[in-house]
């Protein structure tokens, strides 16, 4: 069973497979870790159902973002084990003129309080780890994350986080648009509307990214061999 199965028919879906979409790219030999705004403001500072969750951050997708950074922790693990980069792409506080058009689509966002911004511990960033502040959905809109990618050698981006019809959709878009092979482990994102979440699955399955379950994801990081620096390999 696939996240999508029930929601896009069985026609649909053998349509895509007519047209010779949802191919595997496959993992490459050096992957990157996003963790994409897994912040108080889209968990909320406690596990709680949505409706209660929104009453705290009305970002919050609540109790389902707890369960996806349960996902992404393993995975968290064993990228800094095998000593390879992770890069946070996060929403950084807004002051008044900075909101754009996202402002006037979802006025809320401008009323996070500062607590919003912080990262869980559970996922929080180390020392080294690169911080990515964005104004966009996308990780690669008007910020320095090709300049990391480029320079760290990455070819595979893992991306977790939120939300899947989102930001996690808008920066896979663009990850792929830049010929880099893109993995979202399917129960290490999370979105509000689960129908949006699965259909976004579904899309980014079918064109732009190899979608599996998180356990699978960790399997391939494990099998790979841990990351030579770059002054360690001259």
Avoid at 94 to 111: F, H, Q, W
Avoid at 147 to 158: E, K, Q
Wanted: glycine share 8%; hydrophobic share 40%; net charge neutral.
């Amino acid at each position: 069973m696939r996240p999508w199965d029930g929601i896009i028919s069985e026609d649909e879906q053998k349509a895509y497979r007519a047209a010779g979409f949802g191919r595997a790219q496959g993992m490459g030999a050096r992957p990157a870790l996003l963790i994409i705004d897994i912040q108080y403001r889209t968990i909320g500072t406690q596990p709680r159902p949505f409706w209660d969750s929104v009453k705290e951050f009305p970002t919050s997708c609540g109790e389902i973002g707890w369960a996806a950074m349960g996902k992404v922790v393993p995975l968290l693990d064993c990228f800094r084990r095998k000593g390879f980069p992770v890069l946070y792409p996060h929403v950084a506080p807004k002051v008044a003129g900075e909101g754009g058009r996202l402002a006037e689509k979802v006025p809320a966002i401008m009323t996070i309080p500062a607590k919003g911004y912080e990262f869980p511990p559970e996922i929080a960033p180390h020392p080294g780890d690169a911080l990515i502040p964005k104004k966009h959905p996308s990780a690669f809109f008007g910020t320095a994350m090709v300049s990391h990618l480029i320079d760290l050698n990455v070819d595979t981006l893992v991306m977790t986080g939120c939300t899947t019809s989102g930001c996690v959709r808008a920066s896979a878009v663009d990850a792929f648009a830049y010929n880099f092979k893109v993995v979202v482990p399917e129960d290490a994102v999370y979105d509000r509307s689960r129908v949006s979440h699965c259909v976004n699955l579904f899309d980014m399955a079918e064109k732009y990214a190899d979608v599996m379950p998180a356990a699978e994801v960790l399997k391939k990081i494990e099998a790979l061999p841990p990351r030579v620096p770059a002054r360690a390999a001259e």
